[in-house]
């Protein structure tokens, strides 16, 4: 058992080593520590600002698909597109809340996302998300990496929108 060092830390982990090398010259190596600290995927200032729900779900679906729960991934990835999609038509297109909240996110993408590029990715992320919530998938061919990428292409999408919202009008014509 060990514990950091570090006086804001002070975090309790259990390290395991192996032996490697020869009888003559034995050492031991690190193989893991416990529990593995997750990594976590950094989002802009403006998708925090838009969905911290969001950005939570997400890193909590990629600690639980690093620690092997690739069941209950996947649904967490569904759940954080539904936070991130919802909150972006609310914050940033002034969608009334009452509209969206209790709507199928599927309804919500179609009816309420204005930007062609945000509502393919989005779609598409709703359609294998789906596919890891339900007992039969539809598409065998997709799996939870496809769908990451789909999500993380609504992301950039939805950042690219936001800036070009803020700088649009910047730079005025001579």
């Keep these: 058992m060990f514990k950091c060092v570090n006086s804001k830390c002070l975090f309790l982990f259990l390290a395991e080593y192996r032996k490697v090398g020869s009888p003559t010259n034995m050492r031991v190596a690190l193989v893991r520590t416990y ?9 802009s200032e403006d998708v925090h600002r838009i969905s ?16 092997g729960l690739d069941e209950l991934a996947g649904v967490g ?16 297109e002034n969608v009334d809340p009452d509209k969206v909240a209790s709507k199928f996110l599927g309804t919500v993408i179609n009816n ?7 509502k393919e990715m989005a779609r ?7 596919d890891e919530a339900h007992y039969v998938r539809k ?13 993380n292409l ?12 803020k700088l649009t009008g910047m730079i005025q014509s001579k």
Excluded: C
Excluded at 112 to 118: L, P, T
Excluded at 139 to 151: A, C, G, R, S, T
Excluded at 154 to 165: G, H, R, S
């Design 35 to 43: 529990p593995a600290e997750p990594k976590k995927f950094e989002f």
């Design 52 to 67: 911290e729900k969001f950005v939570k779900t997400y890193n909590q679906s990629v600690a639980a698909e690093e620690a």
């Design 77 to 92: 990835y569904r759940k954080a597109l539904e936070f991130l999609i919802k909150d972006y038509l609310i914050e940033h």
């Design 112 to 118: 309420f996302v204005k930007h062609e590029s945000i």
């Design 124 to 130: 598409q992320s709703a359609i294998l998300g789906n």
């Design 139 to 151: 598409h065998e061919d997709y799996d939870i990496e496809n769908l990451k990428v789909f999500l």
């Design 154 to 165: 609504t992301v950039k999408w939805i950042e690219m929108e936001l800036d070009t919202a």
